[in-house]
């Protein structure tokens, strides 16, 4: 994600015929000169029959990966004086070579052309069919080639590939998303939902099979606003460094993660020999990371979680390097009452042990459970319940709109405070720096009587103010910090004792 310019140097001649790279290059690297001689046999340009040295600068940063290849061809065609020595001076060059002189893709181009851009370069040169994600970055020229005699033929000023200026296209506003209107029935966990994206609040549903936790968590991307183009090139720089494909289009769509509960710490926080991959949770950054059957999760992968929760960044220490990725995610759990998922259903008998039902309940860690704001119970549907509200299911385009004016609201009152939601407001500015509301009383009954902790007040002061966004009000009220104290709690706010 912050990337650093690696300057490569050749030198030919001054001993026998050979060829060294120097510059702590790992096994892919070394590999590189073999890749390169052939390429450039196969382009019809020989390989220089002396001594051959290749300097990756600055030494002391350790290398790895093929996207080296094009900059080490190009520095030695450079240095055996098949190229002018003017036209590579500030230009960034990446690539892998294969052995029949094509340029392919490799991983990382977006957040590589945003580091050259920084840095002052004018020019940079990408596989070709990497060219429409190189082309979201503006303010800098890029240049697409397919094969090594493509580039030869740039570095010549001969038949220039285009650069590409266009503007990033975004997606298709017409383009089809999940719709909260296929969702029949649960009013209750509908409201849960729209409150978490009004204030990107953490989200536990729990149910037996069948009810729509999947059905909801999937169609929450659908209701949040859309991504500025600041978040929306971060997203795709980090799908970009996973190896995963960016295309020519900005998508301001929020990303969803759902990693299978089989999922070990590496595949959920990142992981890798030398510089770690991005992970699960980096992928959902400015999304929704969705783990279904959360129980199920191995408990490690599950209390890797929490700092991730707290910071909004994951860090991954290796030996050779530390790397950092943005992980600010909305996170949203599903599990069942029980190992059999039958509890509490009317009509099935439930045949789990009360010892196999804490056990399983007990998968999920206190920490982790404190730091989920709102938890929403689903009850199997009747069918006298399902005819009566089959027709009052809103659009996901309705619920929106709600969603965007609570977040127009909040984007007011914070300004200067450092957060754009209410989730992401520091605690002493919660409390010290926004007016006080009203019913504090009933916060400070829970806590007296062990119901909330001090992170879960906060948690509260939070999801009452959202309520009061998506209302419309300027100051939550007795009935909005009882509303959030049920969902945080997972009751019914008539429940809430005054």
């Known amino acids: 994600m912050e990337a650093s310019v690696v300057e490569v140097e050749a030198v030919v001649g001054g001993g026998l015929p050979r060829t060294v790279i120097v510059g702590l290059p790992d096994a892919a690297l070394h590999e590189a000169r073999d890749r390169c001689r052939a390429a450039l046999g196969q382009a019809g340009f020989g390989w220089p029959d002396h001594l051959v040295t290749i300097n990756l600068s600055p030494a002391s940063l350790p290398k790895a990966g093929t996207h080296y290849d094009l900059a080490i061809a190009g520095a030695v065609l450079e240095a055996a004086g098949v190229v002018p020595a003017d036209r590579l001076g500030g230009c960034i060059l990446l690539g892998e070579l294969g052995l029949d002189a094509a340029v392919r893709p490799v991983r990382g181009v977006l957040p590589s052309v945003l580091a050259a851009r920084e840095a002052g370069f004018d020019r940079v040169v990408v596989p070709a069919g990497q060219l429409p994600e190189a082309g979201l970055v503006e303010g800098i020229a890029v240049v697409g080639v397919a094969g090594l005699a493509e580039l030869v033929s740039w570095l010549r000023g001969q038949d220039v590939v285009p650069a590409a200026t ?50 909801l968590a999937e169609r929450l991307p659908g209701i949040l606003p859309e991504l500025s183009t600041t978040e929306a090139l971060e ?89 950092s990725y943005p992980a600010r995610f909305q996170l949203v759990l599903a599990a069942n009452p029980c190992p059999c998922g039958r509890a509490g259903v009317r009509g099935s008998s439930c045949e789990c042990t009360p010892m196999a039902v804490r056990r399983y309940a007990g998968r999920l860690s206190g920490p982790i459970l404190d730091r989920i704001d709102i938890v929403q119970p689903l009850r199997p549907m009747t069918r006298s319940y399902l005819r009566a509200a089959g027709a009052t299911g809103e659009s996901s385009d309705a619920v929106a709109e709600r969603v965007a004016a609570a977040r127009a609201r909040q984007a007011r009152r914070l300004e200067g405070l450092g957060a754009r939601c209410n989730a992401e407001v520091p605690g002493s500015a919660l409390r010290t720096r926004l007016p006080r509301p009203d019913g504090v009383d009933l916060l400070e009954s829970s806590m007296a009587r062990g119901l909330l902790s001090l992170r879960g007040l906060d948690k509260v002061l939070r999801l009452a103010w959202t309520v009061a966004d998506l209302a419309g009000s300027d100051r939550p009220s007795v009935e909005h910090v009882r509303t959030a104290i049920a969902l945080r709690r997972g009751e019914d706010a008539g429940a809430v004792a005054s």
């Open 235 to 323: 997203v795709a720089a980090i799908r970009s460094v996973a190896g995963l494909s960016v295309g020519g289009r900005l998508s301001r769509r929020a990303p969803y993660s759902a990693p299978h509960h089989s999922a070990s710490i590496a595949a959920m926080v990142g992981g890798g020999a030398r510089i770690a991959q991005p992970g699960a949770i980096s992928l959902a950054h400015r999304g929704v990371l969705f783990l279904d059957e959360a129980p199920e999760f191995s408990p490690r992968a599950l209390d890797a979680l929490r700092t991730p929760l707290e910071s909004g960044r994951v860090e991954l220490a290796r030996a050779l390097a530390q790397t």
């Open 166 to 215: 266009e503007a990033p296209a975004v997606d298709p506003p017409d383009e089809r998303r999940l719709d909260l209107a296929d969702v029949a029935g649960q009013l209750e966990a509908r409201w849960a939902l729209e409150v978490a994206a009004a204030g990107r609040h953490h989200l536990f549903l729990t149910g037996p099979p069948g009810v729509g936790k999947t059905l």
